[in-house]
Each structure stands twice: as structure tokens, then as C-alpha cells.
């Protein structure tokens, strides 16, 4: 009798069993490797508009955490007496094209990071045979009891937590591959010398990791990343996982313009809250990275987290937290972005 499908042939089946087809000898099954490059180019490209016409609002903020660790050094006179007089003095003695310093490296950095990170976050989820399931039985009839109703409150923390769990791994992931290009990117940024007065301590990226692997070794070029460790799990879990969880759902049908915007709104309110949490600690490792090569360092970060506000008081490590809410606009838009060219 044979067996062999026919191309009119109608495969039917339970709504627990997944298509199989083991006699016919072309059939391949599909591989993550090609939608796993995919991703991540459509993470990448997403990622570099965004942050290229908001550089400026992040340079603003990166030199706001490190003014009192560049007046300590002797690089910066006194103190910007607020944002405007930052902006005034910093385009007085560098020019306005100072204000994208850093960028190659930041975008070079975050294609990489935020690339890695989200594709990471989705194969991560592509792979929980937990979540497929639950996608499956997303179809069936959902009729429920109390009981299958506090079974279902579960589930849904369940997925909650695993947004999280994935969103924080795959960007400490991204960032791991990624960290020299933002060390780079914060001593650049930090730079207060400009190509007209011939005065800048670094020329650029290479020049830049050079020199720290003289002043430290490959330690120099990894300097703050122990604290990049708590700090980006906790904003990448919170922002992926916090999108993830609370787009999921979301009709598109209707209006997908509007639903787009909605998703925009959710990231961006998402990015702010996490950055309230994760600021402090991001400005201590910006001003970590700031001693390189020095004689005198902070001898751990309870240490450098204690003498900061012993003589500087603690609000000094929310210093540049105003530009957030600009800056965490490009952030959105890159989720939105992406999450748009996946459905292409």
C-alpha cells in the first residue's frame, strides 16, 4: 500500500500533535540559525537612526556623571551651573560636532549589544518548550474554573519572570561581547578636549583601548564591568521582559499605527522606570572607568559607593538622570522598530 502524500493530501490533526512528516525524503526541518541572523540584523538596523539623532542628550548625560570626577582630575575647572550652562561651554570650547563625540563607538557598541541582547532574549524564548506549548494551547477553548483560573494567574507570573529572566541574560550577554566598545565610548564622551586646539587625550577608539590595555591589560578595557553585571541584567530584564510582557497581548487588528504607538509609550515609560533603579550604579561605574591608569583608585565599589557620599553626598549619582527621559526615546523606538521588522 503506499503511503507516500499526495499533493492534494489534508494533514489533520489533534490539537496536541505537531505536523511530521517522516516520509517525505525533502522535507527539512527548520533551523533557528538563519532566524537567529535575521534578528539580529533587524535588532541592529533598528538600533542606529535612534541613537545617532539623540547622541547629543547622551553625551550630555555621560559628561553630568563624570563632572566631579573630571574636576577631581584637574580636566574641568568648575562646575556646570546646570545643563544649559553644560551645553553653552561644552559647544564654546569643543564645537557643535563635539556633541556627537563617542558616537562611532557608542553605535558600533549598542548595534552589538542591543543586536546580541534582543536576538538572544528571542532565541531564548524560541528554544522554552514551556512557551511553545503555552502558544499552542493558546488556540484551544479557554473556558475555565476558579481552580484553572489561579492556574492561570501562575502562568502568567510564570511568563512574567521568564520575560525578565531572558530579557537580563540576553543583555548581559550583549554587553559582555560588546564592553570595550563602551568603555571606549565613555572615555571618548568624557573627553573634554577638541581637534582644533589639539588638546584630546584620546583620537579614537583603537586609540583608546590602547592605551588602557597599557595603563591595566585586558583589565583596563573590561574596568567597570563587574558593576555592568547587576546593572544591565536588571535594565535589559526590566525593559525586554517589562515590553514583552505587556505587549504581548495587544490587538493589532484595528489600527496597527495606533498600536505601534501604544508599544512606543509602554517602552519608553518602561525605560525610565528602570532607569530610576539602575542609574546610581551606572554612574559609578562611569566614574570607575574614569581612573584608569591612575595611582590612586577606589579600592572596591561599597568603598567608592560610601566616599562619594561621604564628601560628595548620594544625589551626585543621580547626576544626569534628567536626560533620561529624552534619551530613553531612542530606546523605544528601537523596540518598536524591531518588533516591526520582525513581522516583515
Known amino acids: 500500500m503506499d503511503v507516500t502524500p499526495k499533493a492534494n493530501d489534508v494533514l489533520i490533526l489533534k490539537p496536541d500533535q505537531t505536523p511530521e512528516f517522516p516520509l517525505c525524503s525533502n522535507y527539512e526541518k527548520p533551523t533557528i540559525i538563519p532566524e537567529f541572523f535575521k534578528q539580529y540584523l533587524f535588532a541592529s538596523l533598528a538600533s542606529l537612526a535612534p541613537k545617532t539623532v539623540l547622541a547629543p542628550i547622551d553625551r550630555m548625560k555621560l559628561l553630568a556623571q563624570s563632572q566631579n570626577e573630571l574636576i577631581r582630575t584637574g580636566k574641568l575647572n568648575k562646575e556646570w551651573n546646570g545643563y544649559m550652562d553644560l551645553i553653552k561651554r561644552t559647544n564654546k570650547h569643543e564645537g557643535v560636532f563635539s556633541f556627537w563625540k563617542g558616537n562611532g563607538a557608542y553605535l558600533f557598541r549598542y548595534s552589538i549589544s542591543s543586536g546580541l541582547g534582543l536576538t538572544v532574549k528571542d532565541q531564548l524564548h524560541r528554544l522554552d518548550k514551556q512557551t511553545r506549548r503555552n502558544n499552542r494551547s493558546s488556540f484551544t477553548d479557554s473556558t475555565k474554573t476558579d481552580k484553572n483560573s489561579t492556574e492561570n494567574n501562575k502562568s502568567s507570573n510564570s511568563k512574567a519572570f521568564k520575560n525578565f529572566f531572558y530579557g537580563g541574560v540576553g543583555g548581559l550577554t550583549g554587553m559582555a561581547v560588546a564592553y570595550p566598545l563602551e568603555y571606549a565610548r565613555t572615555r571618548l564622551g568624557s573627553d573634554l578636549g577638541s581637534k582644533r586646539k589639539n588638546n ?43 515590553y514583552d510582557t505587556l505587549t504581548k497581548k495587544m490587538d493589532m487588528s484595528d489600527n496597527k499605527l495606533t498600536g505601534y504607538f501604544y508599544k512606543f509609550l509602554i517602552g519608553w515609560g518602561i525605560g525610565i522606570g528602570a532607569n530610576v533603579l539602575v542609574h546610581p550604579l551606572n554612574t559609578l561605574r562611569v566614574r570607575r572607568v574614569l581612573t584608569t591608569g591612575e595611582n590612586k583608585k577606589y579600592e572596591g565599589w561599597i568603598q567608592q559607593f560610601r566616599k562619594i557620599g561621604k564628601t560628595e553626598g548620594y544625589r551626585v549619582l543621580y547626576k544626569g538622570f534628567m536626560m533620561q527621559p529624552a534619551k530613553n526615546l531612542g530606546t523605544a523606538l528601537v523596540l518598536v522598530v524591531y518588533d516591526y521588522l520582525k513581522q516583515i
Open 200 to 242: 584630546r587625550e584620546f583620537s579614537g577608539i583603537l586609540d583608546t583601548l590602547k592605551k588602557a590595555h597599557k595603563a591595566e591589560g585586558i583589565k583596563g578595557m573590561y574596568k567597570g564591568f563587574s558593576m555592568t553585571v547587576p546593572t544591565i541584567f536588571l535594565y535589559r530584564g526590566i525593559q525586554y521582559g517589562g
